[in-house]
């Protein structure tokens, strides 16, 4: 039977996770006046089964890998891998808000539903091949993003953090759109694969407009991952956004925008590489500075780890500056254990925040490690990870991609990286001392022992972050192949 023109069954096959997470966002929703209750459980149930079967669906996708939809969308390793991580980000949130919820006597149909809208963009922005697929996947996730950011809508803190959240991603949008219609304008495609062949037979005054594109695609990127000198709304939208919301934020839409990233920058404008490389070396550079420096002087905890996330997205992009597949996969399985340890770490927060989220504070952790021996051990994996100790997912990232840097002759960004890796231990660190070396304060006298939930919000993570630090192979070795497809 001739494939009709107009729908191509394989197409939807390979667009499977994002309709599976549209379709179940939107029952969600349709189910919640039927279940006449304000506070369920059951919408995270059914949340997980949603996810757990659009990471099937990932993984079938890529069993029959190929263009879809014209060339719009392109399920190959580098989208499946991708898909997957923001899946799983999305499975590791919804154990901590069950009883973050629950405590906070809040709406659980709508979150769920605007958690799994989320990912549905992520992934399709990891999938696209198409700069108007882009747009159309980042603001799926940025809108339902905005709202979960305020979504205790009783919480100056949180409507403080939505808005700042939504009129700065609008500017930012702004700016990846103007860069858009430039590269319209000057190759007559917004199709990836399209405008790289016609950048590399462009000369002359085209070239320059090619860069002005790259520069304000960079802005409109850069905001979304919080790299320096866009990263000014990190940390006010975490520290007033509910903890799992926060821990969601830092990890599965920071995946998916530097999965844009990577195949915006490693194909369309790949050509002019030459000419990009000193703005993501000055923005890797200033990412890591501002972030763990300013980290050094946070009380509140959220804050903190936001300040971390901007260095960490500075890391990534010296994977970037690299322009090599090392780079690409080392940006790959730096992304994958970055996921594990802060969406774990942030999980570690929620055990001592109650209502209100009053217990925020660094000194609140003050003899966890007596009060809650688990949760501390948990807290410990990932805080080592993220500093870069052996054994865990964070150093071999670490080592990925300054090996990747080091190939590419990027000497003094390696050596300043290093540097400021050395930087951001002393404030991990200071966690551990809290936790272990101090007396229990009222926040962890006055904590609940962990539920069920929440233990497996923090085990997986932990297991996700060992596994990555003493068996890297086969992830590394999935992202190597993706990489050398996508270059």
Known sequence: MPVSPVFNPQDALRFLPEIILTVMGTLLMVLDPLIHRRSSPAFGHISLVALLAALGGSVYANSIAGPAF???????????????????????????SYRFLARQEAETSEYHALLLFSIAGQCLMAASNDLIMVFIGLEISSIASYVLAGYLRDDKRSNESALKYFLLGSFATGFFLYGVALIYGITGSVNLTVARDAILHQAGDSTLFVGVAAALIFVGLAFKVSAAPFQI????????????????????????????????????????????????????????????????????????????????????????????????AAAMFYLAGYAFMNVGAFAAVTVLTGKGERYQSIDDFKGMGRQQPLAAAMFSIFLLSLIGVPLTGGFFGKFYIFKAALESKLVWLSVLGLLNSAVGAYYYLRILVVMYMHEPGEAVESSEALSGSLGIALLLPALGTLVLGIFPGWVLEFASKSAAIMK
């Not at 060339?71 to 999305?90: E, P, Q, S, Y």
Request: charged share 10%.
């Open 233 to 328: 709304w990190a940390p006010d939208v975490y520290q007033g956004a509910p903890t799992p919301v926060a821990a969601f934020l830092s990890a599965g839409p920071k995946a998916a925008a530097f999965a844009v990233f990577l195949r915006i920058f490693m194909t369309a404008f790949e050509p002019i590489a030459g000419k990009w490389q000193i703005l993501v070396w000055t923005a890797a550079l200033a990412s890591m500075c501002v972030g763990n420096f300013a980290a050094l002087l946070q009380t509140n905890i959220k804050r903190m780890l936001a300040y971390s996330s901007i260095a960490h997205a500075g890391y990534v992009l010296v994977a970037l500056t690299a322009q090599s597949e090392t780079g690409i």
């Open 70 to 96: 014209g060339g719009m969308l392109k399920v190959d390793g580098f989208a499946t891998f991708f898909r997957v991580l923001v899946i799983v980000v999305g499975i590791l949130t919804v154990f901590p």
